[in-house]
């Protein structure tokens, strides 16, 4: 675990987000003027469901330190089913990464729906308070400077 | 001659049948892939223990699927693939003829899909106990210590695609790691796009997996990567009760979902 | 050929040196499961337990991935930074088996064929071979059928073959080689004249390469012995990237944002991918096809053009295929068909 700078450290974060709960919920956030952590960058999906385990590698691969995923709660997806088979998926890619050693705790998974700005700013604060404990995602720095033939150690 | 080869002379002297699909000696003892043509050559055929390779990639090969008069020597590995791919609609009911073996030896001819399915209901799905070994092996270790096993693991991958091209589950005509606009896998086999190259196999595979180990086997590096699907594998039977290869008509994990799917870690 | 003798704690004090001395030593590692050429740092990571390593000494001069350069975009402006060739090491080689030596030889003439291959050429020149004969062969060593032995000298510059006694009778193959030895004099001994022909493996000559090379041009349009022949192959990688004597490479531009490199990387004939068009159109579009092309290139192509055949007999392809395609026999089935 990385303690060190852990107080200096800000943590690059991307949050996938779907258009139709978490994007307007997060509007709300603004409109409500409630304050929250600015480290994140949000990426706006028609639907959880559309978010490909890929674009998460990606993120990663880009140097995120921590991600965030968030959609409209179950029984409430735009398209009826989209959040549900996203649960699925994540159930599977989570545990994977766990095997391979990813420390799961970089992802946070939330339901914040269109009417739950305060929800969101919560979400993205204690997200962002934990990938700062968390520390730097070194170890996949480690790859991504292999991955550009620069001397590693 | 033993039974096997005089059934599959039979059934090539009927002429019903033209194609037997099976085993053969290979180099140094190894068994190997077998293609019988000629009711002559049908002593080439063997079915031992050495044959534990799946072979069920061969049955939509371009050259031979549309051939309706074929027929394969199954073992329990290629049985399941069968199953899985009758799902998934990649073979046909009647296109082929299978050969399984019962416990005594004894040939079991399986025409159709619903026998199929019968027989492998009959047989051991799960993982043998030195690959449970390996998986329980790996779960206990460390967060740091299992990224570092990985990590090694990841480096030594030549991106040859042999675990794929062998994987009878990993039939997409074009796979995502030939998809360039935009280049989800990276060409160059570094480690972090090796890792990538992997998770994604795996996450391709999750509720697909029969846990035949036949990528892991078919890897020139002996990368133990039939671990990440069979990770895949027994979550999906975990979380979903699916099991991939017991079911001709079953919906993929993946594919569908449960209002009540049960997780423990979203906000 | 000039012979010396070297004697098993002084191959220690050559090797310790040699690392001292910063060059990068590359040999044969037992690492996890397998045997393979690894940087090492100390004498003691050295195995010489294996009939060839999984992967070919060709990676010392043909990395699976070598960056060509980078570049960088910035307010519309590009700057480039050029491959540095000072950054290859001076390298010594050892433990290389006599096939794999010999390999360069075809590799060499690939990339040196209408346009020198500067890097390449580079790293194998700041690279010194020291080959090993072979004590053993198993079932797909094959060799001796393809103008090769396991005590051949060619392609090594120096050559090392043990003794009974753990002692190595070395001889002196190149100028390189001479060099080396001249740099480190003092570990060399006299030449005790051991027969070396008894040492060696003893590796049956099955066919000749010769009668491939007569045979195979006729077959070329025999659409139907090509895919009998390959019906059991799956279409991977594997053979090609293991082949000392492979020589076909992609090249990847890979970025972030406007940042990146270019790479070359290893490509195989033998995938689908290798051959197809933008149009859709697939001139290779079935395995026969692929696996003719491979035949071809190793047994007419490389002949012809480049006086060299692309086999050393090496057996890595089949013993890497996970469908035990036994190049050898595909071999004899061409001059017996
Ligand atoms: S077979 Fe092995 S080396 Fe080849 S791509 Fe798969 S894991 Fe990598
Ligand atoms: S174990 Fe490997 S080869 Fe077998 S079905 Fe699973 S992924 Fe495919
Ligand atoms: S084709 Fe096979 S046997 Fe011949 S040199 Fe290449 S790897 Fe060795
Ligand atoms: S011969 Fe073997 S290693 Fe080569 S492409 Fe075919 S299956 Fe792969």
């Known amino acids: 675990m990385e303690t060190n700078n852990t107080n200096s450290f800000e943590p690059k974060v991307v949050a996938f987000v779907c258009n139709w709960c978490t994007y307007a919920g997060a509007d709300l956030t603004g409109t409500s003027r409630i304050k929250y952590a600015t480290n994140v960058k949000i990426i706006r999906f028609p639907c959880t469901g559309r978010i490909d385990f890929m674009l998460l590698m990606k993120a990663f691969a880009n140097g995120a330190d921590g991600i965030i995923i968030s959609g409209c709660h179950p029984n409430d997806c735009h398209y009826t089913s989209g959040n549900f088979h996203a649960r699925r998926r994540w159930m599977i890619f989570r545990n994977l990464l766990d095997f391979i050693g990813m420390d799961v705790n970089r992802i946070v998974f939330s339901w914040v729906s269109a009417a739950e700005g305060a929800k969101w700013a919560e979400v993205v604060n204690e997200s962002v308070d934990q990938f700062r404990q968390l520390g730097p995602a070194t170890a996949y720095q480690k790859l991504i400077k292999n991955s550009e033939f620069q001397e590693v150690e | ?267 | 050929m000039e012979r010396k003798l070297l004697t098993k704690d002084s191959y220690r004090s050559l090797i310790t040196k040699l690392i001292g001395q910063n060059y990068q030593v590359v040999a044969p590692v037992k690492k996890d499961t397998m045997i393979d050429f690894l940087k090492i740092s100390s004498f003691d990571e050295i195995t010489e337990d294996y009939i060839v390593t999984v992967s070919s000494a060709k990676t010392v001069a043909f990395p699976r991935n070598e960056k060509l350069f980078d570049y960088e975009k910035q307010n519309k402006k590009l700057t480039q930074q050029d491959y540095d060739f000072d950054s290859i090491p001076q390298s010594v080689l050892i433990g290389v088996r006599p096939c794999d030596a010999f390999g360069f030889h075809s590799l060499s003439s690939i990339f040196c064929w209408d346009s020198i291959d500067k890097i390449y050429t580079t790293r194998l020149e700041r690279t010194t071979i020291i080959g090993l004969s072979c004590n053993k062969a198993d079932d797909y060593c094959f060799c001796t059928s393809a103008k090769g032995s396991p005590g051949s000298t060619a392609g090594s510059d120096i050559l090392l073959t043990k003794m009974t006694d753990g002692n190595y009778i070395v001889e002196i193959v190149t100028e390189k080689g001479a060099k080396l030895v001249a740099d480190f004099s003092d570990l060399f001994t006299a030449d005790g004249g051991a027969d070396k022909e008894s040492l060696l493996a003893k590796v049956a000559a099955n066919f000749s390469v010769d009668d491939v090379l007569a045979k195979i041009n006729s077959k070329f349009e025999d659409e139907a012995f090509w895919t009998e022949q390959a019906m059991r192959c799956i279409g991977c990688g594997a053979c090609a990237y293991v082949c000392p004597t492979c020589a076909c490479f992609d090249i990847q531009d890979e970025s972030h944002g406007g940042k990146g490199h270019r790479v070359r990387c290893w490509d195989s004939c033998g995938l689908s991918l290798f051959t197809l068009h933008t149009s859709g159109h697939n001139p290779r579009e079935n395995q026969g096809q692929r696996w003719r092309q491979r035949l071809m290139h190793k047994f007419s192509y490389m002949p012809d053009r480049l006086n060299t055949i692309g086999c050393v007999g090496c057996g890595r392809c089949s013993r890497a295929c996970p469908v035990d395609m036994n190049i050898a026999e595909h071999c004899m089935s061409i001059i017996e068909n």
């Not at chain 2, 990224?147 to 991958?157: L, P, Q, R, T, V």
């Not at chain 2, 991106?159 to 280049?183: D, F, G, L």
């Not at chain 2, 796009?193 to 892991?216: D, K, Y």
Request: glycine share 4%.
């Open chain 2, 1 to 267: 001659m033993n039974n096997l080869q005089q059934k599959a002379q039979q059934l090539l002297e009927s002429g019903n049948y033209g194609l037997i699909v099976g085993y053969e000696k290979g180099t140094s003892g190894k068994a190997r892939p077998v293609f019988i043509r000629k009711a002559e050559h049908a002593s080439k055929l063997i079915f031992d223990e050495s044959c534990d390779q799946n072979i069920a990639v061969y049955l939509y090969r371009q050259e031979i699927k549309h051939d309706k008069k074929k027929v394969i020597v199954a073992n329990h590995h290629t049985l399941k693939s069968i199953v899985e791919l009758a799902a998934e609609n990649q073979v046909f009911d009647g296109d082929f003829m299978v050969l399984a073996f019962a416990e005594n030896g004894d040939i079991i001819e399986l025409n159709t899909f619903k026998e199929i399915e019968k027989h492998v209901a009959t047989l051991y799905h799960g993982l043998t106990e030195a690959e449970a070994a390996m998986m329980k092996k790996i779960e206990d270790m460390s967060l740091e210590d299992r990224w570092a096993f990985w990590e090694n693991e990841f480096s030594k991958c030549i991106k040859c695609y042999a675990c794929r091209a062998s994987c009878p589950m990993c039939y997409c005509p074009t796979c995502t790691v030939e998809i360039n606009q935009p280049q989800w896998i990276s060409v160059p086999s570094h480690t972090l796009g090796n890792l990538e190259w992997h998770v994604m196999r795996a996450m391709h595979l999750a509720g697909r997996c029969v846990t035949c180990g036949q990528c892991g086997k078919a890897c020139p590096l002996e990368l133990p990567i039939q671990l990440l699907t069979y990770k895949v594998a027994l979550d999906s039977k975990q979380f979903f009760d699916s099991v991939a290869g017991t079911s001709i008509c079953a919906d993929n994990a993946l594919a569908i979902y449960k209002p009540e799917d049960h997780e423990n870690f979203i906000r």
